[in-house]
């Protein structure tokens, strides 16, 4: 069983920055692809960024291009997101999510492992 505990969410001004973190209490984080999520109240929880095991493949949602960073330290069983630019649009709840899946995958439905997820808030 794969538990997930995601930090680093608040409050931002637009144009900020910020980085979140998840944690992993497993012993067998190298072995999961590994993904961040994010749900704004009323939408469906959309895809942000995806890396693969070895951190070889990354995978963005077009809105994030360019303005986020999805990282991962195998040695502490983290995986990051660095958030710059941040926009008000950018305001929801971020999720990291764990996959078996070899490779980087956007689709939600790859991920078995969910956090708790964390807010975002950007304010104009």
């Known amino acids: 069983q794969v538990q997930l505990v995601e930090s680093g969410g608040g409050l931002v001004q637009a144009g900020g920055s910020l980085r979140l973190a998840c944690a992993s209490s497993?012993?067998?984080?190298?072995?999961?692809?590994m993904g961040w999520f994010r749900q704004a109240p009323g939408t469906e929880r959309e895809f942000v960024a995806a890396i693969s095991r070895s951190a070889g493949n990354t995978q963005y949602a077009d809105s994030v291009k360019g303005r986020f960073t999805i990282s991962r330290d195998n040695a502490k069983n983290t995986v990051y997101l660095q958030m710059n630019s941040l926009k008000p649009e950018d305001t929801a709840v971020y999720y990291c999510?764990?996959?078996?899946?070899?490779?980087?995958?956007?689709?939600?439905?790859?991920?078995?492992?969910w956090g708790q997820g964390t807010q975002v808030t950007v304010s104009s």
């Open positions: 999510a764990g996959s078996t899946f070899l490779t980087a995958t956007m689709n939600r439905y790859d991920y078995a492992y």
């Open positions: 497993g012993r067998t984080f190298s072995t999961y692809a």
